[in-house]
């Protein structure tokens, strides 16, 4: 996090004032395939490591899209115990 001050936006962005509820989207994670179809196990995965939605990268997104995909082309509910073992940080 950077001291408040310390930095500023480009000119003609803008700072969002988010409340509890509040996430952060960006453009980008629409461009590389973020869906919501599979909200339980994104918010699972989140939750597992302990990150925010704004805080994975455009190919991580991807990641958990392709994951996604492969378990449902197979008939399968994506799962973590499953996820953890084909992929690692």
């Known amino acids: 996090y950077i001291p408040e001050g310390k ?6 962005d803008m700072v ?3 409340g509890a ?10 461009a590389s395939s973020l869906r919501f179809l599979a909200m339980r196990f994104l918010w699972e995965v989140l939750e597992l490591f302990q990150v925010q939605l704004h805080q994975l990268t455009p190919n991580g997104v991807l990641t958990l899209s ?3 995909w492969a378990c449902e082309s197979y ?9 953890y073992e084909y992929y690692e940080l």
């Open 7 to 12: 930095a500023k936006p480009t000119q003609g």
């Open 21 to 30: 509820a509040d996430a952060v989207f960006f453009k980008d994670l629409f």
């Open 66 to 68: 392709k994951f996604c």
């Open 16 to 18: 969002p004032k988010l």
């Open 75 to 83: 008939g399968v509910e994506p799962d973590l115990d499953t996820f």
